[in-house]
């Protein structure tokens, strides 16, 4: 039985080995190989795959010596941890998307390159761009990105839901008290039931998805120069807001769903509730859902209180130091943040471009559009743009709504610990 | 217990053991039986209920959808596994077996302070080790290739106990019979001893194939693109591009994953046993 | 035939011995040097600071936060973990084919592969859709029903543990019938012609001489369970509200997630020292315990 296995082993490992070899030749002409880190993924949608596959094919017609390794790594806090041990490593990619969440932990460690000189070689139009996304990676004069896609964070609604309710479709400018009186009606409970059929409302513990309500209420996190907590996370209008979002879950609006991306059904498509805070990438996954109708599906900007403001998320392209082919690195970032790309993406709606141009010219292509680009004016960028590890305080502010939500800390003091939790993160990375 | 003598009550304590036994076998394998269930359910839409259990279609087309997807190449992560294991495990048998019988058979100076070393240094908690290992390997230029998979585990102190307890208890006389002959010790271990270490050997291999095919930490810490990534290390990556799981395809990327192991382990667990009672009892 | 003192056995050990030196003792000897830096592996500069990183660590709530969850978690997985393998054991001592079928399927979870076995208990673990929650509706237990077991900061490290018994229960359950085969016929013989029961036997004989075998997974089992970080990593990633961040994931995220290589090292050191004391401190339990059965 022994010599068995060895035998089977041997055939497998000889089988492997070759396959390594076959490999190797293929890196031998003078076609140059460029490591890409992204944040894709697996995907079951076959049409996000098969633009996916297009854009590819697209690049090899277009560059034919230049080949492209894509390395995907899924989940946005798991993506910058692995690119940043990249780095550790000494084996960065030569090319990697650069989320704004985590900008300035790449940039403010020295690990990309300006990208001023090419620019300014080619006498590239950076004027398409539009110029909040695209300052997003500058650093005084210097820049380390090209913006690719952004988006937003807009409220998404239910149409059918309201309309059965009796009430109107919310509109830009609508306030906290118009958003908690919808909620409640949108909200079914029939007797008896254990706990409510549809809730008004899907309230996270994710901070990226609700410190919007912190600034609606004209309260921060950090202090405008990023290095406290004090006096922002503990303040009064933050304290205010965290209870009112909390209080969302607490009084049956929003249901108990931490863990409801690991569920693998979006609350949202299926019914549950009525309203969600998510980005424009959340048309893919509903366009392809069997259980709403797009028809259904309504896109309004976010309820304010003191300011009308939402959070913009972006993503672009850097090149790395150490990055051997420079002049190829330039040319996918070109193409990935040019305008054939751009509308494929576009065309796939993950988001909405940062080439102006091209994201007005998909201003009519479906009826939400226009509320995502009018809304881009009310935009600001998260703190991970000037923050380094900002992912960590986003942790401790995860952690945080847990404690309020589930932990029955009284919010004042689950706010006050993770100030001074986020204190000793800023000062450890002095 | 089998020593006491059969009373009225037997049958009743028999059968109510039987029922016990199966009742546990049952939660044992019933994780393993929902995963392939679930796996079989449809990729699209809701998740798999248990009140739903059987799906109404057998979606075996999961399989082909895990085994093509390009972002998580299976295939690839399979062959990194096993050619890593395959040198792991060679290695191990010869290294260990090598220090085994130089504990268990030979005397030299500083032998069992030596082995003292061997022993304690299984007591080191991986955390204290692994980040000098990234840095050390990293100085190497290891990272991300076979070697930085492979050189660290090709000896392990655990495989030396495992083979020095055996070869304790192999007789003597055979050594000295065979020294006699002219035989030097390389020659002895080679010839007299190896061969009747058969069964240790195969324990030791076992073990050491178990625990290099499950490794997660480090090769999630030493390898950092898609194509150098272990089939543990593959399978944890398996999310879609929101992170989010899908857990038909999940499942049936696990089922794929623990098909060798338990294959192997079927095949061999007898050795594994063995292995178990001897370094445990002995110990 | 006296054998004398050879070199050649060194030159057995000799290829173990650099292998260790370069990949377990090195390692050591530096991890001590960088937990005595601020050694931030992105940052050019990586001073020396003596003991700051110890003592930082020491006022660290998190930090104590997560040895305690550690010990939470040893405290409950372990014992329950030995208590059922034992019973188990007991249940499949007969060396029959059904009963080394039996075997092998208590075995199975513990040669799996931890990630999947970590995905399929978060699957059952789900509210709605898992396998727990769907028992409970069915045994007519709503008011349980419905809970996000991985995510609530009560119940969230009683499920790991709970998963934990399930892995661990194959290995031990082996070591304690090789402990049982140990024990001597005649003693059950003796027991039995001076009229002892079922349990006065288990009690005064089975259990004592298995006590080195009990000794043996006791201290092995805690070693390992001090150490735990697979699971977490794939389950909870240390939340609900840091209830399941445990030193190992702890340790992870510092070295891992923030790069304070320096920090994670000295926080690694007071792990390895904390499971030196336990260790002990089983010992001395255990020896006790020995000298007491001995007397008898």
Redesign the interface.
Known sequence: ??SH?IWI?SV??V???G??AHQRNAFDSKIIYL?VSD??????DPR?NRIQDEIMAEWNRRHPNIRI????????S?YV??V????????PPDVMQLDDASAASFID?N?LVDLTPFIQKEHFNLLRYYPNVLDIARRGKRLYALPSDFTPMMMYYNKKFFREAGLHYPRDGWTWNDFLHDAQKLTVWPKGA??PTRYGFLAENWMPGWIVWIWQNGGDVLSPNGQTASGYMDSPATIQAVRFFADLEKNHLAP????S?????DPFA?GLVAMTISGH?DLV?LRAS??ISMNNVGVVGLPQNKRQVTVIYESGYAITKGCKHPHAAWEYVKFMCGDYVQKMKAKLGIGISAIKSVAESYRNSNPLEPEFLDNIKYGIAPWGTRVE?Y??IEDIG??MM??VL??HVPTERALKTATA?AN??LE?NE | MKQHKPNRFYWIISIFKLLMVLVIALFTFAPFLWMLIASLHPSHGSPPTPSHLMPKVWHWDNYRTVLTMDSVPFVRFFLNSLLVTFFVVICQLLLCSLAGYGFARLSFPGRDWLFVLFLASMMIPGQVTVIPLFLLVRSFGWLNTYWALIVPGISSAFGIFLMRQFFMTLPKDLDDAARIDGCNDLAIYWRVSMPLARPALATLGIFAFISTWTDFFWPLLATTTTNMRTLEVGLSLFKDSFGNTNWPLQMAASVLVLLPVIIIFLLAQRYLIQGIALTGLKG | MKRKHSKSGLWFIFPSFVHLSIFVLFPIVFALFLSLHRWDVLKPDKPWVGLANYVVLFHDPLFWNAMGNSLYYVAFSVPLGMIVALGVALLVQQNTRGMQALRAIYYLPAVSSTVAISMVWTFIYLPDHGMIDWMLRSMGMHQWAHTDWLEDPFWAMPALIFMSIWTGLGPRMILYLAGLTGIPNALYEAAEIDGAGYWATFRHITLPLLLPTTFFILVTSSIGALQIFTPIYMMTKGGPMWKTDVVGYHIYTEAWRQFHMGMASAQSYVLFLVILVITVIQFKMVSKGLEEYSLQ
């Open positions: 039985m022994r296995l082993f497998i490992v089988l492997s080995v396959g390594c490591h944040w894709g993924g697996a995907s079951a996000y390794v894509p390395e995907h790594i899924p989940g946005s798991a941890s692995k940043l041990t990249e780095f550790v490593a000494g084996i460690n690990t254990y706990q108990n769903l931490s863990a991306q690991a569920q693998g059904e299926s990438w996954p069997e259980t590890n992912d960590v995860t952690e847990d404690e589930i932990g939790r000793a993160e450890s």
